[in-house]
């Protein structure tokens, strides 16, 4: 499944790349992308959950808007 989330966050190489290490560390999830400019994050895998996903974002200092499966 792939999942598509608005977040919101510094976007320094540095938060993206802290952001993309939460997400990786949640169960189930095989990719990552981050569109710094859209303020997009999409995620592969599956039986991961949104809300595994704002805690991991959390985590390294975002906010997810909105999460929408396409």
């Not at 966050?9 to 540095?14: K, T």
């Not at 569109?35 to 895998?45: H, K, L, N, P, S």
């Given at each position: 499944?792939?999942?598509?989330?608005k977040i919101s966050?510094?976007?320094?190489?540095?938060a993206v790349d802290s952001l993309i290490d939460?997400?990786?560390m949640v169960d189930g999830t095989?990719?990552?992308e981050i569109?710094?400019?859209?303020?997009?994050?999409?995620?592969?895998?599956e039986?991961?959950?949104d809300a595994d996903i704002e805690k991991a974002a959390q985590e390294a200092?975002?906010?997810i808007l909105s999460p929408d499966t396409p």
């Open positions: 499944m792939t999942k598509n989330y966050g510094e976007a320094s190489e540095v939460e997400v990786r095989f990719d990552v569109d710094v400019a859209e303020g997009r994050m999409t995620v592969t895998g039986n991961f959950s200092g975002f906010s």
